[in-house]
Structure formats: C-alpha cells, structure tokens
C-alpha cells in the first residue's frame, strides 16, 4: 500500500504565495507520477500540475507561469509552490501518485488540504 501526507495549505490572501508538500510512503515503484489536483465547491476534480520521475511536467492551463511542481526522489516528496494565488485558486488540494506496478498503473490519493485565497 501507499500512503500520501500533504501538509501547507491554509488562509493566504490575493497575490500571496504558499507552498503544498506531500510525502508518499510505502511500497512506491520506480516508474511513478506524482501531481496535485484540486476541487472546489460545486465543481469536479481536476488537475493542478504533474510531475514524472524524471522531472518532466505538465500544469493547468490557468497555473502555468504562477504555480511551480518539483519532486525530491530521495523523499519521495512532491511540492507545488503557489504564487500570485487568486481567490478562484481556492480549493481543497489533493496529492495523487500514480505507480506502475508490472503492467498496471495503481493511484492512490491524500486526504487533502485547503487553500483558502482571500480576496
């Protein structure tokens, strides 16, 4: 199994910055993506930003230029530095890992944390 620990998140005002950790644990194989995804009141998940192990990325198009994604490999620990936020930025925020086990991709999710962008 895998467990996802997110910690930050918070109450920030408009134009401030924050930053996501997550800390994966367990039984993590070597080909895995990592990434944040968010969902906010009334609305359906969707993805924040992604990384690969190799250090490859891919964001949302209304984060790009304002949220970066990175990893620690060693720690199996993936960040997302927000800045710029603005209030439609609020949301609870999710860990995800996706692990390929054999042929099979596994994902697994946090509990999530709020960000909470106040105008």
């Known amino acids: 199994q895998v467990q996802l620990v997110e910690s930050g998140g918070g109450l920030v005002q408009a134009g401030g910055s924050q930053r996501l950790s997550c800390a994966a644990s367990?039984?993590?194989?070597?080909?895995?993506?990592m990434g944040w995804y968010r969902q906010a009141p009334g609305k359906q998940r969707e993805l924040v930003a992604r990384?690969?192990?190799?250090?490859?990325?891919n964001y949302a198009d209304s984060v790009k230029g304002r949220f970066t994604i990175s990893r620690d490999n060693a720690k199996n620990t993936v960040y997302l530095q927000m800045n710029s936020l603005k209030p439609e930025d609020t949301a609870v925020y999710y860990c995800n890992l996706e692990n390929l086990v054999l042929t099979v991709w596994r994902e697994y999710w946090g509990q999530g944390t709020q960000v909470t962008v106040s105008s």
């Open positions: 367990g039984m993590i194989f070597s080909i895995n993506v």
């Open positions: 990384i690969t192990k190799g250090g490859s990325t």
